[in-house]
């Protein structure tokens, strides 16, 4: 196989595939359960009202910090691969990719604007995907929603990197508790062992204990103490090599 070069943050990283992708369509849960979406839009429509006057300040911020709109959308994979528009509460300059094309953001990246950070930080930018989810293109926990540009590189690069399209992606979720964000290749093939052991076992119990070690984060109780818990899959559960899904398929 040929080296393949993919932009990751400010560097090119050369990897080498190790297997082809699974066929197109792949998936570990054949359905949505109910469940879930009946209780994601009852919780995100509660969640937006009760959040409004925080997304309100925090869009005055932004205006106050720089120009354009306070509020941008992206392009993002959702189920099956489905295209939808999400919306975020804008932390970088406006069109800050214009001349460098999709990269990840960095913890210290130099695009971010006044209280960008901050905002960033607290995940309040990522409030107004409580809209996505009222309108059915994403859950309360999934994995990460990524964009179909650099999707399209992971998958011939990762394999059974589509698996992770088999449930919606979320605002929450296995692998953004336990991992930092995505800085390379490597970290972005470990974080899909902890969505495909997500989507294998998916639940009303775990999504509820995800919810909950979410919140108790946010209010500064540490992770390793609500995993601990609440018993959250870790890293000694899922970094282990074993078969831990009804595909018999694990990357």
């Known amino acids: 196989m ?12 050369v990897v080498t595939p190790v297997a082809q992708r699974p066929p197109t369509g792949s998936a570990i849960s054949g359905f949505l359960p109910r469940w879930k979406r009946v209780g994601d839009r009852i919780l995100a429509a509660f969640l937006l009202v009760a959040t409004a006057p925080v997304i309100a300040v925090a869009m005055v911020l932004v205006k106050v910090a720089s120009r ?5 959308s992206q392009t993002r994979l959702g189920l099956n691969g489905r295209l939808f528009t ?11 990719e214009a001349g460098s094309g999709p990269r990840w953001a960095t913890p210290d990246d130099p695009r971010q604007i006044r209280f ?8 309040l930018d990522e409030l107004p995907q409580l809209w996505n989810v009222l309108r059915g293109d994403m859950s309360l926990v999934g994995p990460r929603p990524e964009r179909p540009e650099i999707v399209a590189q992971f998958e011939s690069l990762i394999p059974w990197y589509s698996v992770r399209l088999t449930v919606p992606p979320g605002l929450t979720g296995l692998a953004q508790l336990n991992l930092p964000p995505d800085s390379s290749i490597d970290s972005v093939r470990r ?22 070690t979410t919140a108790t984060t946010l209010i500064g109780i540490p ?22 899904a009804p595909t018999g398929l694990y990357p």
């Not at 354009?68 to 941008?72: D, E, F, L, N, V």
């Not at 960008?116 to 995940?123: A, K, N, S, Y």
């Not at 989507?199 to 009303?204: E, R, S, T």
């Open 2 to 13: 040929l080296d393949t070069t993919v932009l990751v943050g400010s560097q090119d990283l």
């Open 68 to 72: 354009g709109p306070a509020i941008y």
């Open 86 to 96: 999400m919306y975020k509460i804008r932390t970088m300059t406006h069109n800050c």
């Open 116 to 123: 960008g950070r901050l905002l960033r930080r607290t995940h």
């Open 191 to 212: 974080k899909l062992r902890y969505d495909v052991h997500y989507a294998a076992n998916l639940g009303v119990w775990l999504d509820l204990r995800l919810l909950l």
């Open 223 to 244: 992770f390793a103490v609500s995993r601990v818990i609440l018993r959250i899959p870790g890293p000694d559960v899922i970094e282990v090599d074993r078969v831990d």
